[in-house]
């Protein structure tokens, strides 16, 4: 008998265990190529003693997180392996209970083209003023799509001379490049040559054939304004009959304070506790994702919010009930950020001009974000890994589940947070330009919406079916 066949005939057999995850995974949709990854994260998460406890399996998770050979998909790849082997195989007790898609979440990476990152992902050349403006008519042989990647550059570059947020040079594009290719495919012009009935001509378009909504053909108007004033160099004009869309703005969505407790009852953390800072202090939830330990004030009991929308900062309170359960998360991250340093890791993402003025600070715990992913992120123009802020998808499906949960008919957001934060306050007595200056809003027309939810016409009379 040879040696090769000796080897195998002393092989020992397959575990009763290992055979019921290969039959389990192969009833999952689940790609036949990723199946021995599934199995080889299995076993990788049994021989660190995952399953011996939930505080093991969340070490082991931590310590995968730190590696900058693993991408965000392999990350979930093994938390959702060590989820089958433990919760359906295993049947371990701790298993059912532990929070292995909120995990899951919170390793989701930024995309390179993410609002966080954008600015520094998509370069625009410096170059003069005048170069940015261009002449108002082009020669009829120029290409269409050479045009549009022209002026989309000189619009970026107009934006970000401005200082306008990376929000609005996102819907400035979108919305642009939509209506130059609306002059060229529908008009047979270029928009220098169109001028500004293109953008008549564009919004009777979106009233009328798109059915869009009021609000949604402002924004429009606004972005090819911007274009006609600061790209083509039209300063002064006039729009006239103009279709307007149908509809009015709706009341924003409000949930009760019982059912803000709900929904709050029904997250875990660091998805709880972001929820709570959206209530609590009425923040966007970029803004609350975008919090570092540096901005939450005990001693003054205030969070100062950098570079909100409009690009403003501004202070809003730190709410006493969440001093401990803040000092809590703080105490963890912490703990854990040492040990990201002890390990060679330890760096937080941070703007390039910053990063060229603070050199060290990257590594600094008063940068660490508040709320951290769980693994390191590429940066989309140097490669340099390290841990950014949760994604605000993740933070958004894991608060719809919790509004499902607790059964509430309606079609509650995380933004929703915020428009029950300034309701609530309003409902209390507080003064509007108190509410107006805490949400960050550069009118108190904004503001004054809230009052239409809590003072509609008829909202305190008696219903018929109550009188005796």
């Keep these: 008998m040879s040696r090769q066949s000796s080897q195998v005939e002393t092989c020992p057999p397959p575990s009763p265990e290992r055979l019921r995850f290969l039959r389990r995974i192969a009833e999952l949709p689940i790609k036949p190529a ?31 997180g730190r590696s900058t050979n693993l991408a965000d998909w392999q990350f ?29 979440d919170q390793a989701r990476s930024l995309e390179s083209d993410h609002r966080t990152l954008a600015r520094e992902a998509i370069s625009v050349r410096a170059s ?3 170069v940015g403006i261009l002449p108002t008519s082009l020669p009829s042989e120029s290409d269409p799509e050479e045009e549009l990647t022209n002026l989309i550059d000189a619009l970026r570059r107009a934006i970000r001379l401005k200082n306008l947020a990376m929000a609005t040079e996102e819907t400035y594009v979108n919305w642009n490049s939509r209506f130059i290719r609306f002059c060229h495919l529908q008009l047979g012009q270029s928009p220098q040559t169109a001028g500004p009935p293109a953008i008549t001509a564009y919004l009777d378009f979106l009233a009328l054939e798109r059915n869009v909504a009021l609000a949604t053909q402002k924004q429009a108007l606004n972005a090819m304004a911007f274009l006609v004033r600061n790209v083509l160099g039209i300063k002064e004009f006039t729009l006239d009959h103009i279709t307007p869309a149908g509809g009015r703005r709706r009341p924003p969505v409000v949930m009760t304070r019982e059912e803000v407790r709900s929904v709050i009852a029904h997250l875990e953390d660091p998805w709880k506790l972001a929820a709570q800072l959206m209530y609590g202090s009425g923040l966007r939830i970029m803004e609350t994702l975008r919090l570092r330990v540096k901005d939450l004030d005990f001693g003054q009991g205030t969070i100062t919010i950098h570079d909100g929308k409009g690009g403003r900062h501004r202070v809003v309170p730190l709410p006493k009930a969440l001093e401990y359960h803040l000092r809590d998360h703080l105490a963890k991250a912490h703990q854990k950020h040492l040990q990201d340093l002890a390990c060679g890791a330890g760096d937080v993402h941070m703007p390039e001009a910053l990063l060229r003025k603070w050199p060290n600070a990257t590594r600094e715990w008063p940068w660490q974000y508040l709320f951290a992913s769980a693994t390191l992120c590429p940066h989309p123009r140097t490669g340099r890994f390290a841990r950014h802020h949760l994604h605000e998808v993740s933070l958004q499906r894991q608060f719809k589940a919790a509004v499902r949960k607790a059964a509430i008919p ?24 108190t509410v107006q200056s805490l949400l960050g809003h550069s009118s108190v027309e904004t503001t004054m919406i809230y009052l239409h939810v809590i003072k509609r016409p008829g909202a305190g009379a008696f219903s018929p079916l109550d009188l005796d």
């Design 34 to 64: 990723a199946r021995d990854y599934y199995v080889r994260w299995a076993e990788s998460w049994l021989k660190a003693r995952g399953h011996r406890s939930a505080q093991r399996t969340q070490d082991y998770f931590d310590t995968l």
């Design 76 to 104: 979930r790849q093994a938390v959702d392996a060590a989820r089958i082997l433990a919760a359906e195989v295993l049947s371990i007790p701790w298993a059912c209970s532990f929070d292995w898609q909120g995990l899951i």
């Design 128 to 130: 003069p003023r005048s």
């Design 410 to 433: 309606k079609h509650a957001t995380c933004h929703t947070m915020r428009h029950s934060f300034a309701t609530h306050l309003l409902e209390t007595g507080t003064d509007i330009r």
